[in-house]
């Protein structure tokens, strides 16, 4: 039984309007207006609420890695149509390597792939740089749901509870987590209290408030996440 249900992804942004933008562009989506200055991209084509994207405005400037990113499959052979939304082009592909890197207004990057037939463009896998990509998929296979696979310095978990994409893949890197994460996810815990996500090893940061009626957590690895209690019945 699983202890939790992904949600969706939260993305920080010091103009949430604009860059909430962008990713209406790149996906395909309607900007809705979440309130003080916070935006929501809701995809067009996308399956489930868990494919919205939350922007939220903040006051601090991107610092540092991004170590959570969306890799996206194209509608094309190249990213000519996310160039002209407002991406920026930072790598071509180039030996083994076969997708593009590119970065959003904010300098967010994220991949981009090759259009194969008989799969739809956007995203397809949600990619988080780990220390140990074995562990870490397994922690949250042990939350979520889903299977585990890997391959050398990669592991990766499928058929997770909610998850909206093929793949929530765990990349290995050498260097460690130094600053909060600009691109996060929210998950719904079974439970009133994440009891259960902090005995298996979360971290919590920060409790309930009034404006806020989730909790804020940390995985093994320290990336952070919000947990929601069960919407009453009724």
């Known amino acids: 039984m699983t202890i939790a249900r992904f949600k969706d992804l939260c993305l920080d942004a010091t103009d949430a309007l604009a860059l909430g933008g962008f990713w209406a562009r790149v996906l395909d989506g309607e900007v809705a207006d979440a309130g003080e200055d916070d935006t929501r991209v809701d995809p067009r084509s996308a ?23 969306l890799d996206l499959r194209l509608a094309g052979a190249d990213p000519a149509a996310l160039l002209a939304a407002g991406a920026r082009l930072v790598r071509e592909p ?48 042990g939350v979520v749901g889903g299977t585990v696979e890997d391959e050398p310095n990669h592991a990766w978990v499928t058929g997770a509870t909610g998850f909206p994409w093929d793949s929530w893949v765990f990349a290995g890197v050498p260097e460690p987590k130094t600053v909060k994460n600009r691109l996060h996810w929210d998950v719904d815990i079974v439970d009133p209290e994440p009891t259960a996500l902090i005995d298996a090893g979360a971290t919590l940061l920060r409790e309930p408030h009034a404006q806020a009626r989730w909790w804020v957590l940390a995985d093994p690895e320290g990336n952070e996440f919000c947990a929601f209690p069960p919407r009453p019945i009724g």
């Open 47 to 69: 399956r489930s609420d868990a494919e919205s994207i939350w922007v939220n405005k903040v006051p601090e400037p991107r610092l540092g890695k991004t170590r959570v990113h």
């Open 94 to 141: 180039a030996g083994e390597t076969t997708w593009w890197v590119l970065v959003d207004p904010d300098g967010n990057e994220f991949c981009a792939f090759p259009a194969r037939e008989g799969t739809a463009p956007g995203p397809f896998e949600l990619v988080v740089d780990s220390a140990d990509p074995v562990a870490q998929a397994t922690w949250w296979a």
